[in-house]
């Protein structure tokens, strides 16, 4: 059985097509589905590419650099920073438990 799809843009039916004869629209479901996943993994990637390039840190910036040596002391300042950032943490919580 043969299934007998309206077109939403132009309104005419179409006989079990992905695409509508009279204005190509796509018809088809799994395909409006697919194509929405795709655009919405691009679009997560480009946020997430944007996201990175906006980080306050700029070590951030060169974690995926193609230079191993740029890489490495990435890696070493971000060390250096959250060992840096932990001994602060520490520091405060020594003093407001003395003050407590």
């Known amino acids: 059985m043969a299934k007998i799809i309206k077109c939403p843009n132009c309104g005419i039916y179409n006989d079990d097509v992905d695409y509508c004869i009279s204005c190509g629209a796509l018809l088809s ?9 795709i655009n919405e993994e691009k679009e997560r990637e480009e946020r997430k590419k944007l996201q990175s390039e906006q980080s306050l840190l700029q070590f951030e910036k060169y974690k995926n650099h193609k230079s191993p040596i740029v890489r490495a002391l990435a890696k070493i300042t971000k060390t250096i ?8 943490i520490g520091l405060a919580w020594i003093i407001a438990a003395i003050a407590a």
């Open 81 to 88: 920073w959250l060992v840096f950032i932990a001994i602060g």
């Open 29 to 37: 479901y799994e395909k409006r589905r697919a194509l929405e996943a």
